[in-house]
C-alpha cells in the first residue's frame, strides 16, 4: 500500500507544481543555511584543530588541585621536586622540571613592592629545555647559565611599571636583605604571567624562602612521536601511585594544550549553535508553509476525499496520503537544501583561503550531514502535515461528495 | 431470487442541520435482489441519493437496519465499512467524480491500489476495463482533456475495477445529453444482461428508467410509495 500512496501523492504533487515548488523553497532555504552553517563551523573545528597540531602540542602542565594553573593562586595541595623526578621517569615524557614560585618584598631604590618570584633550576638541562618551551625569551641581557645564583630575570612589566625607576639591566634589587643582579629582561608575551615575575636559580630561592622541596608546577614535554594525551593519563597514574591517592580524588591536575583547544573548540561550537538555532528558525517558517499548503489542499480535495473513501479508502489510507504528500514536500525541500548547502559551504571556504592566503576553513560534508537533515525534512513536513492530514481523514464520505 | 442482496429494514436517516433535523429517510423498507435492475424515481430532495448512500454502506442509518448479503451493516466502523465499499460495491456518479490529477487509467487503478492489488494485475485490469469502455485510446489522457461521456465511462470502468457484484449510478445521465445519455445506459444495462451485476440506477427520467429497468421505485419523503 505504501508504494501505492507513494504514486498518488507523487501526482498531486505534479498536479500542483507551482504550489508545490513555492512549499518547497520555504523549506530548502532554511535547510541550506542549517547546513551550510553546520559546515562551515565543522570546517573552523577541523581546521583549528590542526593549526593546533601543527603548532606542537607538547606541552603538559600539572598544578597542584583547585589552582587556576596561575602559579600564585593559593591552593592547599602541594607538589613537591619528588612528583617532578616522577613525571620526568614517566614513559613518553622527554623532560620535566619543576617550577617554584613564592613572594616576595622586593626593594629597589627607596621602594619596597611585592612581586611574585618565580625559581627555575639553572643546570645545562633544564635550560636546554626551557628554551625549547619558547616561554623563556630574553629582551635585553641575557638568560641564566649554570652556576648563576645571586642573578635575576625580570619580567617586562616588572622593569617598567613596579617601581616609579624603570629597572635596567645590571641593576641590583634588594630581596630578602639579599642583593640579586638583573642580569636579563624577559621578552613580553605569551599568557603575560611571564612579564609580571621575577626569576632567578632555584637554590637561591629556596635559601630565601628556607622550604624545603615544595615546586608550585611541574612542567613536562613530550616525546617526538608520542602521544599526549595518553603520555598525560600515564602521568596522572604514576602520580596517583606515588601519592597514594584514589581516581577521581587527586590533588593535583594534568593539562594538556589538548584541553585547551578542547576549550577553544566547545566555544566555536556555542556559536555554531546559536547561528543553527536562528537558522532553525527558517524552518520553522518553511514547516508552517508546508501545514498552509496542506491545509488548502485538503479543502480544494474534499470532493477527492469523498471519492476515494467511496471506492474504498479506509481513513488511514487517507492520512497516510496526506503525511507523506507532506514529508515529501519536505524531503524534496530537504535534499535541494542539502546540495545548496554543500556548494555554498564549499564556494565560501574556497572564497576564504583565496583572501586569506590561509585554510581557515576545512570543509568536508560527512554522510551524517547529508542523511540527518533529510531525515530530518521529511519528519518536519510530515509534522506539519499531521493536522491537515488529521482532519482529511475524519471528513465523512457522504459529506466530502456533497461538496462543491 | 432467494435471499436479498441488500435489504433496507425501518431506515431512518436524519441530518442535523444547526438546530433542525432533516429527515432525509422516514422508515424507507427495501430489498433488492441478485441480478436485479432497479431503477430509483422520486422528486429532488424525496431521499434518493440518501437510499444510495445507505445500500452503498456510504453512512449508517440513524435507527433500522440495512443487511448486506444478510449481514447487518447498520453499526458498523467506517474501516470495516471501507473495506466493504472497496470490493462490493461500484459507485456511478452525476458528477463523473474522476480525480483529476490521475489520468484515465490510474482512475480505473485507483480502487485496486487501495486493496493491494500487485500492480502488474492493476495494469492488466484497468488496460481490459478501460477496452470494454471503448476508452483504452484515452487511457493517458488527463478527466480535464475528455468529454462528459468519455468520463462517464472511464467512472464505469472504475468502478468495475474490484469486480463488485452491485453497481450504484446515482443520476449517471444528469449531465450528459440523451445520446450520450443512452450510450452510457446501454453500457450499464449490458453489465447487468451479461455479467448479471445488480444495478441500482436513481434517475429522473421516467423513459429511461422504463427502458433500461426491470423494476422501478418510486420514492417521496424518504418512503416508498
Ligand atoms: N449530508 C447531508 N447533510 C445534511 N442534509 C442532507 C445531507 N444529505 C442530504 N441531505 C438532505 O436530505 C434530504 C434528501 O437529500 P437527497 O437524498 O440528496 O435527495 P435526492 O437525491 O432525492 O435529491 C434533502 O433535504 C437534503 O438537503
Ligand atoms: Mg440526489
Redesign the interface.
Known sequence: ?I??IF??VW??I??RRTRSLLTIIGILIGISAVVTLIALGQGLTNAVDYQFSKLGSNRITISPAGSTGMPMSKTTAQLTEKDADTVKKVSGVEFAMGLYVSSKPVSFGNEVKQIPIGGMDVNVETLKYAGQTGLYEIEKGRNFKPGDKYKIVIGSKVATDAFSRRIKVGDMLTINNTQFQVIGIQKSGGTGIMDIIIRMPKDALRELDGKTDQVSMINAIVKEGADIVKTSDRIEEALRNERNEKKGEESFTVQTTRSLINSFLSIIAVIQGLLVGIAGISLLVGAVGIMNTMYTSVLERT??I????????????ILLIFIIEAGLLGLIGGAIGVLFGAIASTLISAVASYYLKADILRISISPFLIFGPLLFSFVIGALSGLFPAVQASKM???DS?RYE | MAKPVIELRDVWKTYKMGDTNIDALRGMSLKIYEGEFVAIMGPSGSGKSTTM?MI?C??VPTKGHIFLDSQDVSHMT??TL??I???KV??I?QQF?L????NAK?NVM??M????IP?EEQSEKAEALLEMVGMLKRMAHKPSELSGGEQQRIAIA?AL??DPQMILADEPTGNLDSKTGNEILALIKKLNEVDGKTIVLVTHDKGLAQKYAKRIVQIKDGQII
Not at chain 1, 306 to 317: C, E, L, R
Not at chain 2, 99 to 102: E, L
Not at chain 2, 113 to 116: N, S
Open positions: 500500500m508504494g501505492e504514486r498518488i501526482n498531486y505534479r498536479k470532493r477527492d469523498g471519492v476515494m473513501k467511496s471506492i474504498g479508502a479506509k481513513n488511514h489510507d465523512k464520505p457522504v461528495l | 448512500n452503498g456510504l453512512d467506517e474501516s471501507a473495506r465499499r472497496g470490493r461500484g459507485f456518479f467524480n480525480i483529476s490529477a490521475f490510474e485507483l480502487p491500489m487501495f486493496q493491494d500492480r472504475r475495477a474490484n
